[in-house]
């Protein structure tokens, strides 16, 4: 799937509530769920994880970092070409 | 581009040094680059944006979620699909 398929998704389906509740009320869901990828990675570093809800925690991240982009008017796909692949990314490790 | 294709040039790119830091420091950095992103959302939230600095912001959040994705075993791409598109995604607002 494209990044750019999956913003237009996101922005299809959930953009007027999204625009509605804002970048500060956004951001503080997109914490949320941050959080819960925290505790999904901590699970599995002490030998405790479900790999599966690891990987839903992931999606939700994506999504919602996915959602406040489209609410703060960036194109995640474009700001990836820019900066991790014209002119060769950056040096280093990121 | 494919969220695939991108994970896997991070992976091509950084995988030896992310796997040696592991899980919990490169969750440390995913958290540095979460905070700076905080930061430019508020510098746009108080009329004071740079929306090229915002935009670089996402991308080196979703190129550290992609990291963390590499070293605890999660293909992102798959995560999507499987929450946000197969039996047509979760009801409600994500």
Redesign the interface.
Known sequence: ????A?QQ??RD??FE?DSARG??GT?LWF?EE?GE??QA?GE??RGDGD?AN???E????????T???NI??????????????ENG?PAG??
Do not use: C
């Open positions: 799937m494209q990044i750019s999956f998704h996101i389906r959930y509530t970048p500060a951001f914490s941050v990828l925290a990675i599995r570093e790999q690891l990987e839903e992931f999606a939700d991240v994506l999504a919602w970092l959602t406040l982009a703060t008017g960036v194109d995640l796909e474009a700001a990836i070409n820019r900066k991790y692949f990314g490790t990121k």
